[in-house]
């Protein structure tokens, strides 16, 4: 009887072990994904995070889900790495999300539907989804020009949307829809630093007086 409840208990700490195990495993695995979309996500041009902060937020919500309910399994060392990340993340979302508490409702509705030609983005379908890109661009090619600061974070802020919309619905999208909505998004972001290359030079023009 007592070799039997031994043998039990055995196979029970036997199975709690590969389970915690396992565990430890799945969360190690969660924070090199992480790992890796940091990477990448830091060395993209701020303008370019901040055009695609609807994304890069619930990018970073869905990684570190898992995270954030297991950190007390995660060893010393991955803690330690995991609350580096965190911090960075929250620098950029202080840095981004202060930047848009200044955007007027009603003014960003307005982007939105010139923009778009609708201020429900996120119920855009998929089908869709192409022809508002093209045309949020030829409205930044017509207008670019005479467009503020302010102005460019609205029309930012807009395609951040988009991208977001992008994301979800990717898997419905046909391949030449993901390719051309690809360079869209290319041809938004060098547009933008081409201003901001411009206020730069500006900036040192002025200096130089």
Avoid: C
Wanted: charged share 35%; proline share 1%.
């Amino acid at each position: 009887m007592k070799k039997h409840l031994k043998l039990v208990l055995a196979i029970a700490l036997t199975v709690i072990t590969a389970g915690m195990a396992q565990a430890q495993s799945q969360l190690e695995r969660d924070l090199d994904d992480l790992r890796t979309w940091m990477q990448k996500r830091s060395t993209q041009a701020d303008s370019t995070i901040a055009a695609e902060w609807p994304t890069v937020k619930k990018e970073f919500e869905e990684l570190t889900y898992s995270l954030d309910n297991n950190t007390k399994k995660l060893s010393d060392k991955s803690r330690s790495e995991y609350n580096d990340y965190k911090q960075r993340y929250e620098a950029w979302e202080l840095r981004h999300e202060g930047e848009l508490v200044d955007l007027d409702g009603q003014e960003l509705e307005r982007w939105e539907r010139e923009l778009t030609g609708t201020s429900t983005i996120s119920k855009i379908k998929p089908v869709h989804l192409r022809d508002a890109f093209t045309r949020a661009l030829e409205y930044t090619r017509g207008y670019r020009q005479d467009w503020s600061l302010k102005d460019w974070s609205y029309a930012e802020f807009v395609v951040g949307e988009l991208n977001t919309r992008k994301t979800e619905v990717l898997d419905l999208l046909s391949t030449g829809d993901k390719i051309k909505i690809a360079a869209l998004q290319v041809e938004f972001a060098t547009l933008k630093k081409s201003r901001e290359a411009k206020d730069a030079y500006e900036d040192r023009k002025k200096d130089r007086r």
